[in-house]
């Protein structure tokens, strides 16, 4: 678990630089005056580089970080399928509780990793040779996995709450901006020809915080929903593997007292 906190905390601080490089390139490319210079940066504001839209862009890509290091994680639960824990001969010999013991040794050391098929391994394996029963084994498999589909869905806390972040700040730049065109219309003459053009470009630079909050806000939940069943798909051929090779195979037999 420490080396997964290290690695979110890594893919974090690289998508905020990312976040500030895309700032820059932006900057540099994007005329000063133009449309969408105004829309994704806001290049005209007296803050600026300080703006919302740009603040906008750092918290979006925390969330590409955040759906990232989920990606990474469906991937790393993916290969456990592979590593052959259980024998999927279907001619191999019923696992006893004196048996069963060598499979829980094989998960031993993936189990420290919080990975989902060697965790739902060993619960199984130690409670079949406490109890011999195979029906509280299979009761356990399916108390664990609504468990760790439950686990599943907080891990996606951090990118709900970015995915809230970004369009709030997008209505919080919209306010703002209804503020400046009405603080330039309570400091303006009624009669300056200029008074239109200052209040609609004021207004058009607030409902685009509001546009481009909401397009961010869309593409990472869209992300989020892809990886997330995907993650919950692999957690579902955990428990399958899980009753197909371990469950089925379970015998307590006559065991010596």
């Given amino acids: 678990m420490k080396s997964a906190t290290s690695l979110r905390l890594i893919l974090s601080v690289s998508m905020v630089i990312s976040g500030l490089l895309l700032v820059l390139i932006l900057h540099l490319v994007l005329d000063s005056q133009g ?3 105004r829309m994704l940066l806001d290049r005209q504001a ?5 703006t919302v839209q740009n603040v906008m ?4 890509f925390l969330g590409v970080g955040e759906i990232l290091f989920r990606s ?5 639960e993916g290969r456990q399928l592979k590593l052959g824990y259980l024998s999927e001969d279907v001619n191999a010999p019923m696992l006893t509780p004196k048996s069963i013991g060598a499979v829980y040794q094989r998960t ?5 990793h919080g990975y989902f098929l060697p965790r739902l391994i060993q619960r199984i394996t130690l409670m079949f040779q406490s109890s011999k029963a195979t029906d509280q084994a299979h009761s356990l498999l399916n108390t664990s996995l609504d468990l760790f589909m439950h686990e599943v869905d ?3 806390n951090m990118i709900r709450y970015l995915m809230w972040l970004i369009p709030s700040l997008g209505f919080i730049g919209t306010v703002k901006g209804i503020g400046d065109a009405l603080d330039v219309v309570g ?3 009624p009669t300056d020809p200029q008074l239109l053009s200052t209040v609609t470009k004021s207004l058009a630079v607030a409902f685009d915080t509001t546009l481009l909050g909401l397009i961010m806000a869309a593409v990472l939940l869209l992300a989020m929903h892809l990886i997330q069943g995907r993650e919950e798909e692999t957690l579902n051929k955990s428990g399958q593997y899980c009753l197909d090779h371990l469950i089925n195979r379970l015998h307590a037999g006559n065991q010596p007292q």
């Fill in 187 to 189: 400091l303006t003459s």
């Fill in 72 to 76: 990474l994680v469906a991937v790393r």
């Fill in 154 to 156: 907080i891990g996606y």
């Fill in 46 to 50: 007296k803050t600026y580089p300080l």
């Fill in 108 to 112: 031993a050391r993936a189990a420290t």
């Fill in 57 to 60: 862009w750092i918290v979006f």
């Fill in 35 to 37: 449309y969408y210079a």
